[in-house]
């Protein structure tokens, strides 16, 4: 779906947490053409605009999902209270009976629920993507999208996953806020041949690889006990590791590895509130990574395990794992948690020149977070971001625009109602979950 370009916008008086280099948070006129931000300061020019008194608003860049399965919607609350290994078992026997049209079904509830709570970029794992891609194509999301690879015996994909990845690639060219992937699942499920086949497929066509790395304990050691090394020096000895790629979890990381990871520039993806609740019984390295250079997003993961697909409800987390487990307050701080869903998030995707910040020439993908609401109270321009990390709920999000695009006004869907999206992933839980 191509929508008309939107008119010119000027937002006036606007509290903007700009994400810049200096962070800085300042009141300002913001003026949005052509899909971009032109001036932010003192009075924007008029002419032409449609204006919106943001007084009462911050503005603050679009969250970035940095993990996540989103067409998993219809299967929250499906493996509550399992392990990973149980969780896994309890979802890969729905997989093995999910369509094409029930995946769409959730994934359309998926981005909508991003999209309300002010995420407007996500990277995604999973198959029937091209599913997936309409969902984004008909909210106006922008999606980073990664064709689920598996070894051809392990999957219940029809054709060889390489192959489905390849043609999911070529059938989503060009496209403004879709970007295809590939994403080999984890180790346990790819052999040599698989992960390098998709590490050509991704070099070939300059795009991202997404895939699972060291979320347990268990999975490290089967695979060492199996090649000798553990996950992540086994696929660097193999040659695989590189630029362009996100890792999910990396939990069990040793120093090592973190070094290894960050000699090789591959980026990694914290999902704490997953990993917590499957019990993966580590704490991902965050600090440890940062300091070495590792470039560290966040991710909910999917409502399957999360269960919620809330950055602001990430933020909070991770803040919080942090600082408990180091014994150190100072552990990301507010805006480091801020950082990580937004700009952190685009330097994953390779696309931080254009996304996550407010600043002139940058693509306008924001949020209008209303500055009354309960949690946002005292709306000090010096406790903005604290809010954001530590306090805000979802409500907080007013409005959402995507290259300028408004696609959630007033806290409703702007493309379609959501009613129908609702009743749809209803529908598809409905003959997804068993009897009972």
Avoid at 184 to 203: F, I, R, S
Wanted: hydrophobic share 45%; glycine share 8%.
């Amino acid at each position: 779906m191509n929508p008309a370009e939107p008119a010119p916008t000027v937002f006036r008086d606007a509290l903007v947490v700009s994400q810049d280099a200096q962070r800085r948070v300042h009141r300002a006129d913001v003026r949005v053409e052509k899909g971009r931000f032109v001036h932010v300061g003192p009075s924007a020019p008029t002419e032409g605009a449609t204006l919106v008194d943001a007084h009462g608003f911050a503005l603050v860049p679009g969250f970035v999902n940095a993990h996540t399965h989103v067409a998993m919607g219809p299967l929250r609350g499906l493996a509550d209270d399992r392990d990973l290994g149980g969780f896994l078992e309890r979802l890969f026997a729905v997989d093995a009976k999910r369509t094409e049209a029930d995946v769409e079904a959730g994934a359309l509830a998926g981005v909508a629920e991003m999209l309300l709570s002010g995420t407007t970029s996500f990277l995604d794992l999973y198959y029937f993507e091209d599913a997936v891609a309409r969902a984004v194509d008909a909210l106006g999301a922008r999606g980073f999208l990664g064709w689920a690879v598996l070894d051809p015996e392990m999957t219940t994909q029809k054709e060889k996953p390489l192959d489905n990845a390849a043609g999911f690639l070529s059938r989503w060219q060009d496209r403004p806020r879709i970007q295809a992937l590939v994403a080999p699942q984890g180790v346990y499920v790819c052999n040599e041949a698989t992960w390098l086949g998709a590490k050509e497929l991704a070099d070939r066509n300059r795009t991202l690889v997404h895939y699972h790395l060291a979320e347990t304990r268990r999975e490290v050691h089967e695979h060492e006990a199996k090649t000798g090394l553990r996950p992540p020096l086994w696929l660097d000895k193999i040659g695989f590791l590189g630029p362009r790629q996100v890792a999910a979890h990396g939990v069990w990381l040793t120093r090592r590895e973190v070094e290894t990871l960050a000699k090789r520039s591959v980026g990694v993806a914290h999902c704490p509130s997953s990993n917590l609740k499957l019990a993966v019984g580590g704490v991902a390295p965050v600090r440890e990574m940062r300091e070495c250079g590792v470039v560290v997003g966040l991710g909910t993961d999917s409502v399957a395990s999360n269960n919620s697909l809330s950055m602001l409800r990430e933020m909070h987390v991770a803040g919080l794992l942090q600082k408990h487990q180091t014994w150190d307050a100072s552990v990301l701080p507010a805006q480091t948690l801020l950082d990580m869903a937004t700009i952190e998030g685009t330097r994953l995707l390779g696309r931080a020149a254009e996304l996550g910040s407010i600043e002139v020439g940058k693509r306008a993908d924001f949020s209008l977070v209303r500055l009354d609401h309960p949690t946002m109270v005292p709306a000090r321009p010096e406790a903005i971001v604290s809010h954001l990390a530590y306090s805000a709920s979802d409500e907080v999000i007013d409005s959402v625009f995507v290259d300028g695009e408004c696609v959630v006004r007033h806290r409703e869907l702007v493309r379609r109602p959501w009613e129908p999206i609702r009743a749809g992933a209803e529908a598809a839980a409905q003959a997804l979950w068993p009897p009972g």
